[in-house]
Structures are given as structure tokens and as C-alpha cells.
């Protein structure tokens, strides 16, 4: 479990100090409360410079009347402004606390630590802390700083640290008085110190006086005596001590006495009807007493007092399965008492200040979300996450939730629906603006936006200001003690949201964005909600819910073909889909006319602007800075799923490092994904947009560079892991920009591996796009690879294509070795008539190309094919063709004498399985 905080910002009397600064508290106050100084001064009714002097320290003790009425200017409690009145200057002789035993042990010279190294130094000092004023035996002692036993020397060793904790606690006393000190008794030795110099004396002074005014009985000021004392503990006694120290009979007195605390602070703050103040402590105490019933009881109703009946109940279920699980017992009846009165709705309610009263011409609270799009279908995970913002469990609860992903992927339709569905969560009102974040209209500004918000919060139009700050702050005012709930749709960046983000824990912020907005996760505790495109299942029911169950239900197959060609995006699904009930198309005849590049030239609504694909990416694209744009043009170009960032610096002519940074930029603008660790890619449709952006000559130059990139690098990798089946008499192709080196095999054959899809896809591309002579030449470099891996579809693709281009580039021999290949792989898969008809083409195209190898190869698989076929005779004659060339030596194969040698041939021979 885990507890909440008091509020931020604002000095709390504790170790640090008995009291923070007079003028840095009073400060805290007013910028808790949301106030410039002049707003703060006129409602105090006094001067703007008298509070200036007051905050900067200029006035230590001002009136108390002045104090009064900043008190309720600032909205302070009883209890705060009781902090203010006993703040001011230090009475003379009161030293401040210097040994800190109530959480981890710590000595200061004001607020500097003297630091406390020796493990043996800090036994010691925590003891005699903890036993003061009483002394501790020479026995004490011995046990402590030897748990296992002492060694011989013990005494003289007491008397060495005694001395040096002397000189510690020199080095932290106060400078008019006499230092602390450590001083020998009959029965060991004595902490000369005055209370108010140890943590604990302050603590012990502070819970009598609360018993007194307890008893008085005066309950206000025994719950400040008690908030004081409270506040000195940092954790448990001597937290950082060893087992021997924590569980000292003293030390388990002190923290019986912090329970004593805590349980009296509870029941006085029930009393007082101010629970919530009273929750932070119950959290942190039952997190360090996880089985005090007694703590756990007041805790339940504390919660149930403040509103958050679902987490006292938790708190009920937990600590009973605990004591069931760890000591085999039932709550006890106190626990169960509390129970029962949650459960009876029997609680003290909080007392709460009532809201500022709307003006009658401001009329109701803001309803301001604007309406669902029909039927809303999946995202169950997502809405799980989003409801995060009205959990029950104040541990579990956020504030403020980023939505955030691609274009069309669907954010601003499930913050809309979520918060349709959780409206009843906020009784105060619903806020909705659309920021204009990636719009054709101007961005809004935050002032322009918080003064909408301020009249619909009621605020006077005539009276709002006109400074950013201080409309910033009425509009964390107004919000404060409320629970509303604001959404921020299509947002720039962080800073357009931030001064939209109210203070107030009872609202709830969504925002939406095609940005990151990693600054909110990081400095402003925003959670982030990453949007991806619909998966087959959902896509299929929310066409469905567009065009009707029975239409999808009977052209399943084309509806599930149609989702995948509108790529999971919602938008498209959606605006297909409206498509389909405009024209009453059949969706098989929809789907089957737009394939491609031509899809998203069709997925626009007729008269609706807004209802274009298109017009959603050319927001974001428009929103690039120009280096950026050229780099998402290109990417459209990519042959593969995705590109490394050498690949991209490839493509852009660039540096690895400024490739790097622009895709940074894509990927923070949710147009380019990180696939996978530092390879990137593109959704479907944006990868046809992107491709339709790039120009001729733009695209042309692109293709080449990245084409001899990845030709370089495949020659490389085949030089390295197939040299007996690389040409030596072939050039190594030119270095290109962000070229890789290959230090070994492994490095190689694992840059095959990862760039496989995109190589293959590279060789397909070229021999389509007129880049003929890298088509086949790549074709080449990668076959021993793809061969050897059993990558029979991918061979055969890249040798279908490698002999178009071989073909277009007037090139025979890679026409013979292209065909040879596509051979190989339709013997690897089976289809023996085929394979043999194709051995038959590469070896006319082998002798067109007065290519002996090619030849022979050709000659021994067809005579292998024959003898497979029981055609010994045909056998012998090919294979004896072969022997002859191979005879002459012009072949590279050995001699073959008989038909039966064929077999055994073949089988040594490399296929492409």
C-alpha cells in the first residue's frame, strides 16, 4: 500500500528546521492556492509591497490580524494557520534539533551533516539517543556493538568510542551554548544534551501537549500538536541501524509511541470531519505496521470519510486475507466494526469548502464533450488503462493520461467514448477543446484556450485576466475541490498543454496527440497510452458495425481482405466503409479495385474534406521541419519492411547521425515505427502516401543509392561466407555512403539474416524500377545465401526477377545462371517436369553465353533428372556431354564415367532447398 503526500510545496516543521521560513511558507500558501501577489494582497486587503516584503523575509512577525485575513484570503485551515502564528524567529536559547534518530540515524551543524562513517559510532550514538535521558548500561552497550559477543579488549574499546562520538557531537553543537556531550555514570554512560537538540525530544514534547489539550479537551489544538509531531518522522526509528538497535526494547517504546501518535491524529481528524489530512499518515503507518488493526480501522473510515469508499474496502479485503494467511485469525472487532459502518454508509463526511458560486447568467457546469461517432467497437485494453484516471485506490489513480499514436489510428474517438462512459465520475463538469494541434487552423493558444475554460467555469468575462500566469492560476482555483474532467484533444507538444493541467487531485486530464509528449511523462507524472492500429478481429467488427453484421457476414473473406488492405487504420476502415453504403458496392468488388497506391487515392468521402486519409497524414507531414519531410518521402521508397539507420543515411545521402535524428523526429510524430531495436518502418498507407510525395527525379537518385548500398554490402557478406562460389573476376562494387565493415563470418551471415526480406524485396524493386544491371548483380551476390538457408520462395523470387533483368539488360550468362537458379528451385520443391524444363533453357543459355560451367551444371542435373526417371540411356549421353567439357578443361566439375555416378553427382551438388 501506499499513501499519499501532503500538499506540495508548502514548508513542513521537521527535521529540517523546527519551521521553514515565515515568508517561503506564506509563499507556499499562495501559490498552493493559485494567486499572483496582487490577487492575494486585494483580497487580504492589503498592499501588494507589504506582501512582497512579507514573502521575502523583510517583516519576520507580522500583525496578527494581517495574518487572519491572509489566512482567508489563502483558504488556510485551522490548522495551517495555527503553523503561521507560531511561525516567526527562533526564541533566543532554543537550539535547534541537531541528533536524528526518527528514521535513519543523522548528526548536523544546522542544517550541514557532520557525517557519521564508523559503523561502531553510529551504535553507539543511536543508543544513547534513544535511551535520553536516561543513561545506558555498560551491559547496553556491550550488546550492541557486539552482537556476537564481545572481544576481550571490550572496555578499553568503549572508552575509544566514547571519546570519538564526544568529538562528534563537538563538531555539531550549537555555537552559544555548551555542545552536547557524552558523560560517565555509576552503571555507563549518559547523552548530555538538551530535548529540543534530538528529534525525539521534540516528538515526546509535542504528543504530551496534545494529551493535555486532548483532555482540556480542546481538539483543534491537540490535532496541530499532533500534525507537528508527526511530521519530525522520517521512517522508522533508526531505520538504517542494525536488527540489535531497531528492536531494542527502547527503540520499540518510541514507535509504539508514534502509533499512539498516529492513531490519536486519526480519531481527531474523524472528529474534526477533516479525514483526508488524517490518510497520508494511516498510509504510511499501515505500510510499516502492515498487521495493526487498530491503524487499518481508522484508515478504512479515514478513506471512507474522504469520498473513496472502494479503497476502504480494500483496505478491509487485504488486511483480512493477510491475518488470514500470516497468523490463521479473523479481523478483530474493531476492523470489523469499521466495515460494517462503510458498508452501512455510517461515516463522518469531510468537511469541504464550498465551490465558488456561479453568477447566474454562467449557468450550468460545463458539458462541453462533443458527440460519439455512432457505434464504438474494441480497445478494451486501452479503456482499462484510461480508467486509471477514477480508480478507486489512491495509489493506483492518475492525473493526467497521454494519448498518443499514427493519424487516423483512432485517439481523439477513444478519449471521446471513455469519457461518455465516465461522465458520472465527474459531477462538476466535462471540458473538451480541440488544440488544433495538426489542424489547417491556427494552433490555439493556452490563453486563448484557459479563457474558454474560465467562462465556463462562471468566471466574469469582464474579470478575466489577461496574463497567461494569471489566468493559469484562477483557472487552478476554480478547479480546486472539484472534480471535473478535461479533455485536451489534438495536441502540439507539451508546453501547449502544461499551464491546462489543474492542480486539483479530483480532476482528470486526457490529452491526445500525435506527439510523444515525453516531456509530460517525464517532469509532469502524465501516463502514456500508445494507440496502435486496430488487429484483424477489431478492424472486422468495426467495419461491421459500419456497413452492417450481415453484409460482412457474407463476404467474410473480402471484409477481412479489406481490412488488410486499409491496414487496421480506423479512419480507413471507416471511411471504406461509408464508401461501400454510399455506392452499395459489394465489398469484394470494393477491396478487389484498390490495390495498392490507388487505395488511399479512394479512401475519401465525396463533399467531406476532412473525411480523406490523405488529408490526415498531410497534417502531420506538413507539421515537419523540410529535412524531416525529405526523409519520410524516401522512406516510402524502402524495397522491404523496414530500413536501419545506415540504411536510411543510405537513402538520404546523410550521416548515420543525422539519419538517426530525423527518424527520432518520425518517430516522435508517430509516422515512422520502430519495429524492432533501431529499425524503422512505415504503415501501409503511409508508405503509399509518403511514396506518392516523393518526386521523379527525387525518388530515382534515392533508388540508386540505396540499391548500391545494399549491393555492396551483400558482395561483401558473399566474398566472406561463399567465396568458391563468387566470381573473382567481378569488380567489387564501389563503397557507398554509412558503408558497414564485416569483421567476421558472424557478423555477416547475422547482417543477411536481419536485411533478408528487404534484400529480396530490393532485387524485386530494382527489376521493376529500370535498375536492371543491380537487379541481377544482387541476385547473384545473394544466392549461395539463399541457397544454403533453404529459403526456396525467396530464391525463386529473387531469380525470377534477377532474369527480367538480366533479359532487359541484354546480359546471357546472368540469363543462364538466373534460369539455372529458378531450376534449382523447382527441383528443391518437387516440381521435377518443370525443373527439367528449365535446366533445358539454362543450358541454351550457357552455350548462347559460352558459359562452360553453366554448361556442365546444366548437363549433369538434366542427366541426373533422366536417371531418376529410369532414362538411363538419355542419362549417359547428357552426363557424357558433360564429361567431355569438363575433359577439355574448360569445365570446373570432375569427370563422371557412368550413368550410376549421376546420383551420387547430384547429390553432392548444391540445391537451392
Known sequence: MSGRAPATGVPQEGPGGERGPFGLRLRAFRRRAGLSQETAAARAGISTRALRDIERGRVQRPQSRTLQRLAEALGLSSGELGELLAAGPTPRGAGRPRLLILGPLSLQRGRTPVPVTSPMLRRLLGLLALKHPEPSTQQEITDVLWPSGPPSSHQSLVHTYVSQVRRLLEQGGVRNGPPPTVVRTPTGYLLEAPRNQIDLGHFDELLDQAERLHRAPDPVSAYESLTRALRWW????????DPVLRQHPAAVVVNERRVKAALLHADTALLLRRPEEAVPVLWDMVNTEPLHEGLHARLILALASSGEQAAALNVFNRLRDRLDDELGIAPSAEVRDAHLRVLRQQFPTARRPAPPERTASAGPFPAQLPAMAGSYVGRRRQMRELDALVSPDPAARAHVVAVVGAPGVGKTALAKHWAHARRAHFADGQLFVDLRGHSPLPTLRPADVLAQFLRALGAPPDQLPTDEDEAAALYRTLLADRQTLIVLDNARDAEQVRPLIPGARGCAVVITSRSRLAGLVASDGARQLVLDVLDPDEGRRLLAATIGESRVAAEEEAARRLVRVCGGLPLAIRIAG?????????????????PGDDMLSRLRVEGDRRSTVRAAFDLSYRALPATARRMFRLLGLMPGPDL?????????????????????????????????????????????????????????????RLFDWYLYHADAAARLLHPAETDPAAGTPP??????????????????????????????????????????????????????GMYTGDCLKVATASLFAAVADGEPRAQAAAQLRRAEC???????AQALELFGSALELARQADWTEGQVLALRRIGAAHQENGAGHLACEHLSRARELTRCGRGAEPDVDTGAGAEAEVGSDTGAS
Open 234 to 241: 522520517r521512517g522508522p526509528v533508526l531505520a538504517d541501524a
Open 578 to 594: 461509408a464508401n461501400l453504403l454510399a455506392r452499395d458496392a459489394r465489398i469484394v468488388d470494393y477491396s478487389a479495385g484498390s
Open 644 to 704: 536501419t539507420v545506415d540504411g536510411a543515411a543510405a537513402l538520404t545521402d546523410s550521416t548515420s547521425a543525422e539519419a538517426s535524428g530525423l527518424l527520432a523526429v518520425l518517430t516522435d510524430a508517430h509516422l515512422v515505427r520502430e519495429r524492432a531495436a533501431g529499425r524503422f518502418g512505415l504503415h501501409d498507407l503511409l508508405r503509399s502516401y509518403a511514396r506518392e510525395l516523393a518526386g521523379r527525379e527525387e525518388a530515382h537518385a534515392a533508388r540508386q
Open 735 to 788: 563503397a557507398p555512403s554509412a558503408a558497414l565493415v564485416f569483421s567476421d563470418h558472424g557478423e555477416a551471415a547475422e547482417w543477411l539474416d536481419a536485411e533478408r526480406e528487404n534484400l529480396a524485396g530490393a532485387v524485386l524493386q530494382a527489376s521493376g524500377s529500370g535498375f536492371t544491371s543491380v537487379a541481377w548483380r544482387l541476385a547473384e551476390s545473394l544466392h549461395p545465401y539463399l541457397s544454403t
Open 826 to 832: 523447382h527441383r528443391a520443391l518437387a516440381n521435377d
